[in-house]
């Protein structure tokens, strides 16, 4: 039996029930694959069906503001790709009059669209025999192969598209793209793949590199992480009159542009060097660690009246003063979100 066969029916009989399979929509298709960038499924299946309640169509999303698309998918992180989905949908409503492109190198040209995701768009919706490389799919074949370097090299990238070029069933391009992601997910996983439970488990056993070799440990090869970079954010809780919270909207030359926080104290060391002022309350730490930085978010509460504060106020641009029952209206990034919520200022269910 040839690999794509053999690979197919193992799909068949294993595959996960899930909603964006077995649909030929490209829209929908689109915003699982955006979503499942950087997020594990089960993660990402309540925002999915959150979009879609939200965004039932590309020109639903096209007419979003970009504030009710970051409020919607706020918890998730990687905002980029939140911003870039809102600029596709806009592309897509008024140069394709809301019609999805069909070829590849259409639906390349979108923002925050890259290989991976055009081949498995145009496979899925449209039959178009373009092979996907994502994580799974690399941890499979360099087993499977034998290739030794590094995963997230361009190399290593290009020499699995080429040897899946040569495998691809292009009579059933979707069917074998979803079949050799899905085996590195739930078969050839990072630990205890199905060749740990012994010879047989696996049907590429017999000619997986990895296996023969007892390399499975050791493929893929990953490059030591450098460390990341340490900052500490500093955040001021102000309340105003009438129930009320002051706020602060980021610049567009941030992380997390576009989205809200609260205002901040203009200090970088941590904790110790800030609660020497009487007029200050330290109230909570929390950490979070990104992709390329470790961050820690410190907040305190000061009054309102208080001239160093009308000061910091006044001087920091995007400060609004907002309803605090209105305040599921706005996107935060993680930490803030969750300090809002852990100090009750709104409800557990009104911040998702």
Known sequence: MIFSELLIDWYEQNRRSLPWRDIRDPYRIWLSEIILQQTRVNQGLPYYERFLERFPTVRHLAS?????????????????????LHAAAKIIHERHKDVFPGTYEEIRALPGIGPYTAAAIGSFAFDLCHPVVDGNVIRFICRLDGIYEPANSAVC?????????????????GTFNQAVMEFGALACTPQSPLCSQGSGACPFGNVCHAFAHGATDILPVKEKKKSLPVCHLHYLLVYGKDDTVW????????????MYDLPVLPLSDEVPAVCEREDIVFLAHYSQNLSHRKLHFYFYRAEPDTPWVEKCLSE?????EVKKNELERYAFPVSVRRFLKDLAIVGPNKLR
Do not use: F, M, T
Request: with cysteine.
């Open 316 to 320: 920091q641009a995007g400060c609004v």
């Open 157 to 173: 990238r290009k020499k699995i598209g080429e040897l899946l070029s040569g495998r691809i069933d292009c009579a059933r391009p």
């Open 64 to 84: 979003a503001s970009e504030e009710e698309v970051l409020r919607c998918w706020q918890g998730l992180g990687y905002y980029s790709r939140a911003r870039n």
């Open 247 to 258: 706020l602060r909207k980021r610049g567009y030359d941030d992380l997390w542009r576009g």
